[in-house]
């Protein structure tokens, strides 16, 4: 459970410095930015396992979104959006986890600091071939919202309520992240995070970033981890290699679909 | 007591230090890189904001001979700007990340530095004489008359006070669109080169407006790229062969005759990964920050966060020598991950004769090792210890258990005073250490 916690936290952290590295003076620094995705996928990878290793199984595990559930047992808040787009994905693509709004987001944070990983190609883990994000990409703007979920640095992990206020949740439609964070948020009780400058000019945002909460971040970074194709390759796993193989068509969908979407600021950085 | 650098009588005693004493210190006035020139007469330093000073050894008097010339600034210039990149509407920071000296052919020294993405390069002259009654002119400098010339008279050369000028010979821009992180000259002493993120380029010192493209690792699919260049040296004597670091720990040693394009190594150097020792931060502490070439150019060292190690080039699986340069930080990764410190650049260099080798560290140390006796030995670069030819004392760090007087617990550790930047003397054993604004120069006292 402490590697859990742990892992957490250094997820949350490489977030920071990845959204920091994007106003540092000089400009996108490759080398350090791929060094903390490094660090994230690492992180990401025992965060998982410590799901599959804590026997927090889920019935369901026929559902595409049986990693995004057990992820669910631990947040405070679960986007139902996922839930909705999960489904919608199904259409899709029929082997894709629901993890699609936190993709977005975790694509845009991403994107945002480091062009060159600006997709979010799944990631094949270990324990689960079916959780991989659906790519949708959002068209609405779900970029401030991954600033601010990456701003919040949460230091609780669980909290049990939002997994029963989840449920009803499910049922709601959303093609976004943000509007799916808006409405769990409303059902979630304030959670603990550590202050965090929001510098969002939204205030719709701001009041979401105040509700956000671990869960959301760990979505978005669950998501944020599989975007990089290359560092999967690196272990040069060959299991990986047919999830991603079966990915890659959707995240290359994803990824146009999130350079469309990308500032003028990011765009130069992809450019880059 | 024994030392290192050679002999047991060694000691190594304070000499000098320039900078600012100060408490705040001016991010502009950090030092980014120190380099001696091939002779070890002058000692060039840049910082973030730009400016190259360059020091320059006094002639040793005769009278004390014990001690030897010190260094006094020669010349100051301003070498980069900050300019900003229009297209792609970011800034590029006028940081100087390198100096290479080139080796002196007439009177004047020339010099390469660079920053993110131009390099220059820079001659550095003496004028110490002016002429004096020109014919047309006055002394100020206005015209005479013309009707009140009568006589002719020849201008003659009168001394003046030494003037050192440093003027911009070449500037090599627009070859890099990642950050460069190092360049070498080549042994041809006609072309250099110039490593990126992902490129290397080759120049010719005479062109600008060209380059050849040696090494390029950068994927078709950004989405792809796994590992950056980290550093990259030319070998001292073959002109064909470069070495490149990356950030996966490995370093390729290329040979520019085998292709055009070396994205194909000659060799591959790789030390295999202990399993043991895997932590979230595996990656990022093995990521190689400095390689240098030996003079003899027989061996390479690597710098990566916690060791050095030096490479025999003819053994591709193994370094031939390993030094831990702090290994009590290996518990604190996460702590240093969190300020940002594991991602420090540390520099390594050799002595003259290969047989000692050093590096820096936190809380103003630096560490040197002796290859041949296998002693190390830590040293600090502090105010307190600067009293001229003050010896140095040996410093250590407390690992854990009671700690011993004199000793420095790990968490006493001040981790912004940090030794990124370090050279030694070609010749002599004399040493430039720079501790954020201030240079520090230590030399061995004979006994």
Redesign the interface.
């Known amino acids: 459970m402490e590697f859990k916690v742990?892992?957490h936290r250094?997820m949350s952290?490489s977030l920071g410095?990845i959204y920091n590295s994007r106003v540092q003076?000089?400009?996108i620094?490759?080398?350090?930015n791929?060094?903390v995705s490094?660090?994230l996928r690492?992180?990401r990878q025992?965060y998982l396992s410590d799901f599959y290793s804590g026997a927090c199984l889920n019935a369901q595990s026929e559902r595409e979104g049986k990693e995004w559930d057990l992820i669910d047992s631990e947040r405070e808040k679960f986007p139902p959006a996922t839930e909705e787009c999960n489904q919608t994905e199904e259409t899709r693509q029929n082997d894709q986890p629901p993890i699609n709004e936190t993709v977005e987001k975790a694509d845009d944070e991403e994107v945002k600091p480091d062009?060159?990983?600006?997709?979010p190609?799944p990631e094949e883990q270990s324990q689960n071939s079916s959780s991989d994000l659906a790519d949708r990409v959002s068209s609405e703007s779900s970029v401030p919202d991954a600033i601010k979920q990456n701003q919040e640095s949460p230091t609780d992990s669980t909290n049990a309520t939002l997994g029963e206020s989840r449920q009803p949740q499910k049922t709601h439609v959303c093609t976004t992240r943000k509007r799916g964070a808006e409405e769990s948020e409303r059902d979630d009780a304030p959670q603990k995070r550590t202050k965090v400058n929001v510098t969002s000019s939204n205030a719709s945002d701001d009041e979401e970033s105040e509700e956000m909460d671990t869960g959301n971040v760990s979505n978005l970074i669950t998501i944020f981890g599989s975007?990089?194709?290359?560092?999967l390759?690196?272990d040069g796993a060959k299991p990986e290699a047919e999830a991603q193989d079966s990915d890659s068509g959707s995240?290359q969908i994803c990824?146009d679909q999130m350079l469309k979407n990308l500032n003028?600021?990011s765009t130069?950085?992809v450019?880059? | 007591m024994a030392g290192v650098g050679g002999g047991n009588d060694f000691q190594w005693c304070f000499s000098q230090v320039k900078g600012a004493i100060d408490e705040d210190v001016a991010e502009a006035d950090i030092i980014s890189t120190v380099e001696f020139n091939y002779s070890g007469e002058l000692l060039a330093t840049g910082d973030k904001g730009g400016r190259v000073v360059i020091f320059q050894r006094e002639q040793e008097s005769k009278n004390r001979s014990l001690s030897r010339g010190e260094y006094n600034v020669y010349s100051t210039f301003q070498s980069h700007e900050p300019e900003f990149d229009y297209l792609k509407s970011l800034e590029i920071e006028e940081k100087i990340n390198k100096i290479r000296w080139l080796p002196q052919q007439n009177a004047a020294h020339f010099l390469l530095s660079t920053n993110d993405k131009t390099i220059k390069l820079w001659k550095i002259s003496e004028r110490d004489k002016r002429a004096e009654g020109y014919n047309l002119k006055d002394e100020d400098g206005r015209l005479r008359d013309p009707f009140r010339i009568t006589s002719l008279r020849v201008p003659v050369l009168m001394p003046m006070d030494l003037m050192v000028e440093a003027s911009p010979r070449r500037i090599f821009a627009n070859a890099h669109t990642y950050h460069i992180n190092s360049i070498s000259v080549n042994s041809d002493y006609q072309t250099y080169l110039s490593a990126d993120d992902l490129r290397i380029n080759l120049w010719h010192l005479e062109i600008t407006d060209r380059s050849f493209n040696i090494v390029d690792i950068k994927p078709a699919n950004m989405e792809e790229l796994t590992e950056v260049i980290t550093a990259a040296e030319c070998h001292p004597h073959q002109c064909n062969v470069f070495v490149y670091s990356s950030s996966k720990g490995t370093i390729r040693l290329c040979d520019m005759r085998a292709a055009a394009l070396c994205d194909r190594h000659s060799k591959f150097f790789e030390e295999p990964e202990d399993p043991s020792s895997r932590s979230f931060f595996s990656e990022i502490i093995s990521s190689i920050s400095d390689v240098k070439f030996s003079h003899s150019g027989r061996y390479m060292m690597t710098r990566d966060y916690l060791s050095v190690k030096v490479w025999d080039l003819n053994m591709e699986n193994r370094p031939v020598e390993t030094y831990q340069v702090h290994e009590y930080l290996r518990s604190k990764l996460c702590s240093l991950y969190e300020n940002d410190c594991i991602f420090d650049k540390f520099e390594c260099c050799w002595n003259g004769s290969d047989s000692a080798i050093m590096t820096g560290s936190y809380n103003n140390f630096f560490r040197m090792f002796d290859r041949n006796t296998r002693r190390d030995i830590t040293l600090e670069a502090s105010r307190e210890n600067s009293k001229p030819r003050a010896m140095l004392k040996p410093r250590k760090v407390c690992t854990g258990g009671k700690r011993k007087k004199d000793e420095i617990s790990v968490d006493s550790l001040d981790f912004n005073k940090k030794i990124l930047h370090t050279a030694w003397h070609p010749k002599e054993n004399v040493i430039a250490v720079a501790a954020t604004n201030n240079l520090y120069i230590f030399q061995d006292k004979m006994n």
């Open positions: 742990e892992a250094i952290i410095k003076r000089g400009g620094k490759l080398h350090k791929l060094l490094l660090v690492s992180a025992v062009a060159e990983h600006c997709t190609t975007s990089f194709s290359g560092l390759s690196k995240g990824c003028p600021w130069a950085i450019a880059f």
